[in-house]
C-alpha cells in the first residue's frame, strides 16, 4: 500500500498530468495530419476537440485531482472478474472482432479505440490496488507488450482484409507490387545503427526512470506469495491450476513446439503465401489466432496481472490479500461415478496384491475417464473425417488428417478441462496417483 489515498492521489497525479499531456500531444498531431496532409478538416476538429478535453483532464490530474472510476464500477469489475468471465469475455471480444474486422481495421475506428484504453487506463491508475499491479517494474514492459501486441494484430489484420477486398477485385496482393530492393550495405547498416543508438538511448532512459525489480536473497525457508515464473511461461504455470506438471509442463509444451513444426508438413493449402489473407486461409487464421491470443497471450494477462497471493485470482481494484481463502473442493471423474453415481467407494486392490492385479483395479477404477479419453482421441478423429472436416480429410490423406486432427484435440482439451473444471469442479478424468499420472 502507498498510505492514505490522500498521500497516493498527490504521489501520481503528476505522473498522470503528463500522461494525459502525452495523449493530448499525440491527436494534435493526429488532427494537425488530417487538417494539412489529408484535407480532413472534419475529423481533424474532432481530435482537436480530443486534445483540449485531454489537456483539461491533465490540468485537473496535475491540480492534484486525477479523475477516477466510480467506486460502484470498480466494485461491480472485482465481483465480476473470474476465470468463467474473463475467458468466456475475451473469446466473445476476438469473435467480435474477427467478425467486424472490416470495421475495426479502419485507421480511425483503431485510433479511437487506442484511445479508450489509454484513457481507461489513466482513470484506473486513480486506484491505489491496480497502480501498484500495472506500475510494478516487473509488470510495466508487460503492459507495453499487450499494446504493441495489439498494434501489430491490427496491422496484420488491416492488410489482410486490403488484400482480401483486392483479390475479390481481381487484383494482385499488394505484397506482389513492392518491387522494392532488398536493403543491403550501406542502406542495412546505416538502419542497424538507428535502431541500435535509438533502442541504447531507450534502455539507459527506462534504468534511469524505473528500479530493478530485484528482491531479497533467495531462501528456501521464505518463497514469495504469489511464486511466479517469468513472464513468458505464465501460460504454462496457469495451465499446472488444471492439469499434472507432466502434462502442463512436458507434454502440451511438446506438442505445441511438434505442432509448429509438423504445420508445413500437413498443410495443403497453397494460397496465402508471401502475402497477407485471412479469406483464403480462414481455417489456419482461425486456428492461430485462438491458438496464439486466447489459449496464450491471455493466459499470461491473467497469470500476470489478477493472479494473487495463493495463485486467487484477485479483480483489477480489489487489494491483493495474502490472507484470502476460497473453499474449493474438486472431485475426480472416478468419484463422481463411483461414489456419487453407483452410491459405493472407489474399488480397491485387497491387501497384499500383486502388481497385475492392482493395475486391474485401478483400471476399474478409473474405466469411466479411460473410456471416455478412448472415445475423444480415437473415435472423434474419424467422426470428424466423415462430418465437418470431410474436405480436409479427401485433400490431406490418412495421416496427414489424423496428425492435424490429434493436435486440434489436444489443443482443445485444455478450454475444455477449464470448462469441466469452472462447471462440475472435476479434478482429474483419470486419476492413477499411485504412479503419478492424471489428466
Not at 13 to 34: D, I, K, P, T
Request: with cysteine; hydrophobic share 50%; aromatic share 16%.
Amino acid at each position: 500500500m502507498h498510505g492514505s489515498p490522500e498521500e497516493f492521489r498527490a504521489g501520481i497525479s503528476g505522473f498522470l498530468g503528463g500522461y494525459y499531456l502525452f495523449l493530448a500531444a499525440m491527436n494534435s498531431v493526429l488532427a494537425f495530419h488530417l487538417w494539412h496532409n489529408k484535407h480532413k478538416v472534419a475529423q481533424a476538429c474532432v481530435w482537436v476537440v480530443v486534445t483540449f478535453v485531454l489537456v483539461a483532464i491533465a490540468s485537473a490530474a496535475m491540480g492534484g485531482s486525477p479523475p477516477g472510476l466510480p467506486a460502484w464500477l470498480r466494485d461491480d469489475v472485482n465481483a465480476a472478474t473470474g476465470p468463467v468471465v474473463y475467458s468466456v469475455g475475451t473469446t466473445a471480444l476476438l469473435a467480435v472482432l474477427y467478425l467486424g474486422r472490416r470495421f475495426f481495421v479502419r485507421p480511425m475506428v483503431a485510433w479511437s479505440g487506442l484511445n479508450l484504453a489509454l484513457v481507461a487506463m489513466g482513470f484506473s491508475m486513480v486506484d491505489e490496488n491496480f497502480a501498484s499491479i500495472v506500475t510494478k517494474p516487473d509488470n510495466v514492459p508487460i503492459v507495453g507488450l499487450v499494446f504493441l501486441l495489439g498494434f501489430f494484430t491490427w496491422l496484420a489484420t488491416s492488410q489482410a482484409v486490403e488484400n482480401d477486398d483486392r483479390a475479390k477485385q481481381g487484383l494482385p496482393p499488394k505484397e506482389k507490387l513492392d518491387n522494392e530492393k532488398v536493403l543491403v550495405w550501406p542502406d542495412l547498416v546505416y538502419t542497424e545503427l538507428i535502431c541500435m543508438i535509438a533502442l541504447t538511448a531507450f534502455l539507459i532512459v527506462w534504468g534511469i526512470a524505473l528500479q530493478a525489480p530485484l528482491e531479497a536473497p533467495a531462501s528456501s525457508v521464505k518463497t514469495p506469495n504469489p511464486s511466479k515464473a517469468p513472464w513468458y511461461f505464465l501460460g504454462l504455470q496457469e495451465m499446472l491450476v488444471y492439469y499434472d506438471p507432466w502434462m502442463a509442463g512436458v507434454v502440451l509444451p511438446s506438442l505445441i513446439i511438434f505442432g509448429l513444426m509438423a504445420i508445413p508438413f500437413i498443410d495443403f493449402n497453397k494460397k496465402g503465401n508471401g502475402y497477407f489473407t485471412i479469406e483464403q486461409r480462414k481455417f489456419s487464421y482461425l486456428i492461430f489466432q485462438f491458438g496464439f491470443l486466447e489459449m496464450w497471450v491471455t493466459l499470461i494477462i491473467l497469470g500476470t496481472f489478477f493472479r494473487g497471493p495463493n495463485w486467487n485470482i484477485f479483480g483489477p481494484f480489489e487489494y491483493w490479500d495474502p490472507h484470502k481463502v476460497l473453499a474449493l473442493n474438486n472431485v475426480d471423474l472416478s468419484q463422481y461415478f463411483w461414489v456419487k453415481g453407483m452410491g459405493r467407494g472407489l474399488p480397491k486392490a485387497p491387501p497384499g496384491s500383486g502388481l497385475g492385479t492392482e493395475l486391474l483395479w485401478i483400471a476399474l477404477r478409473e474405466g469411466p475417464g479411460i473410456l471416455l479419453l478412448l472415445g475423444y482421441f480415437l473415435a472423434l478423429p474419424p467422426l470428424m473425417a466423415t462430418t465437418v472436416f470431410r474436405k480436409f480429410f479427401v485433400k490431406m490423406g490418412f495421416i496427414r488428417f489424423m496428425l492435424m486432427s490429434n493436435l486440434l484435440l489436444f489443443m482443445a482439451a485444455l478450454p475444455l478441462k477449464m470448462a469441466l473444471r469452472w462447471t462440475l469442479n472435476l479434478k482429474y478424468i483419470v486419476s492413477i496417483p499411485e504412479y503419478f499420472l492424471n489428466f
